[in-house]
Structures are given as C-alpha cells and as structure tokens.
C-alpha cells in the first residue's frame, strides 16, 4: 500500500501540494471532549479496536517568491515516532515530498503551526548511529516564540506531546514570531490561540483569493462546523470557541480554502451556509492526485 499525496491546489497564482504523512490514531473520547458520545459518533466512520480515530497528516508544500515552504511536517521516522500512526512502509512525509522531485535539502523555510508531536515530528531525524539531525537541513523553522517557550518548559499535562527529541536539534535554526508576520507577501503566519496559547495558522494570499492552513484547530471537519464542539485537547477551550467561529465565517464570507491537518486525506474544502444558517464542510477536489 502507498498513501495518496502531492493533491494540487490553486490560490491565485501561488500552487500547493498536500504532502501525506500517513494516518493518525487517537482517541475518540480525547479529541471530542465534553460533547456526548451519542452526538459524535454520528458524524464519524467508524473507531478501531482500541476506540480510536483514524486522522490525517496532511502538510503543505508551497513556493513563494522564490522560497520553498513546508508547513508542518507530520509524526516523524524516527524511533517512536510512529507508534499511534501508520507504518513507515506505507509511505512518509518524505516519501511524499519526492514524489513531486522535493529532497529534504530543497525546503528554505519549516512553519509549525505549533510543536505538538503530530505535527512537528519530521523537524528532525535520527543517523544510522542515532544522532538527532535537522531533516532539513538548509531551512530556518518558523513558529510561535509562545509556543517554543511552552514546549521547552512544559508541565504535567503538555510533557508528553511536547519532545525533546523533535525541538533540541533546531535550536540554533529558530525564526521565533511574536504576533501575526508575512513570511513572503504571499504567505503570512497568524496566531490563532486556543489549542494551545501559540498555536497558529497559515494564510496563503493571491489576488483576490486565500487559503488558510487550520492546523490544529480541529481534529474532525465537525468541529469546523460546529464551533462549540470544542476538542477535549485544547488548552484554552473557550478561547478556540471564539477563535473557530471568528475564521470560519472570514472564510464563508470569502468563499476561502481551508487546508487542516487531521482531515481525511487531502483535507481540504470549504465552509459554507445552509439555508437553515448552519455551516456545512464542502470538500474541494484537487487539479492532481499523485502517490508516494
């Protein structure tokens, strides 16, 4: 079996591709919090025998003004990376990334949208010998300085998706943001705080059209739609409450993309209104689908 990757996507002149990092199992219970088994399973395809999700892995490959971006970069390869997530002979974020002729040392700029262990475990790598290396080793890595304090010094509740192993090796590489910044004018990294205090999102500009990257936002499309559904692993729930329901309206009104990253594979649609005033997850076919 290979995964599906590189779907293409356009956004006025700037072009995407989601990458595929495999799936992702987590507990159903965990990623829908306080809201009543019987509401929730009626809006997912099924658990595994450990009352697991199945989630996505979906990360962004852009160029902009000259600059290869990868936004997030999946579970990771090294040893117990890959422990709740799909075997590395599936197919990888690396994988992924040279079936479209990317290597590793192509990518300039790495953005975490913030560092839990799903989402920035491709940060590094481990040698033949075990040594801890940057996987890409030519890119300056982009993020929240909130969220880098917070994963460097975390407490009991945060210690065991915060690790080490995934952040010591980009130390010296650090392009810590305070507030919202344009990485190129066509791609602006923007705090969205809710999941966690530094967690953000990714703003794709062109002409008149946007995309944005959710990131962590939501686990399940559901929760996109109904805001209040709010997921039992964030730390500021009411914060992301109101942090969802701000974006998902900029976005209908705009008719914007959204890319998140635990969607089934690629993850990426739209927000609309019902009749009725309820939003409602289109997906959005992508221009290519290729394998890795």
């Known amino acids: ?68 971006i990868l936004i997030e970069t999946g579970v990771g390869g090294k040893p117990g990376d890959r422990d709740s997530s799909s075997p590395a002979s599936e197919g990888t974020l690396l994988t992924s990334l040279a079936a479209i002729g990317v290597q590793p040392a192509d990518i300039d700029v790495v953005v975490n949208t913030h560092l839990h262990a799903d989402h920035c475990g491709w940060n590094t790598s481990a040698d033949p010998a075990g040594a ?22 975390p407490n009991e509740r945060t210690r065991a998706t915060y690790l080490g192993r995934n952040l010591d090796p980009i130390a010296d590489r650090l392009d ?14 923007v705090p969205v705080p809710g999941h966690t205090e530094g967690h953000s999102t990714v703003v794709i500009r062109s002409g008149q059209e946007w995309a944005v990257y959710v990131g962590d936002m939501a686990q ?49 649609g739209r927000m609309t209104r019902t ?17 890795a």
């Open 176 to 189: 810590l943001i305070e507030g919202e910044r344009a990485i190129t004018d066509e791609v602006i990294f």
């Open 1 to 68: 079996m290979t995964i599906p990757s590189g779907a293409r996507y356009q956004v006025g002149s700037v072009e995407f591709a989601v990458v595929n990092d495999g799936d992702y199992f987590y507990d159903a219970g965990a990623v829908f919090g306080v809201v009543p088994r019987i509401m929730w399973e009626r809006q997912i395809e099924g658990l595994d025998h450990q009352h697991r999700l199945t989630l996505g892995l979906n990360c962004l490959l852009l160029r902009s003004r000259g600059k290869t």
């Open 132 to 153: 801890l290396t940057p996987t890409f080793p030519n890119a300056s890595y982009v993020m929240s300085a909130t969220e880098w304090r917070d994963a460097t010094h």
């Open 275 to 291: 009749a009725e005033g309820h939003r409602k997850w289109v997906d959005v076919e992508p221009l290519e689908h290729r394998h």
């Open 220 to 268: 399940h499309r559901v929760q996109l739609e109904r805001t209040p559904w709010v997921s039992g692993l964030d730390t500021l729930p009411l914060v992301s409450l109101e942090t969802k329901k701000r974006l998902m309206d900029e976005c209908i009104e705009a008719g914007a993309l959204i890319a998140f990253c635990h969607g089934a594979y690629p993850g990426v």
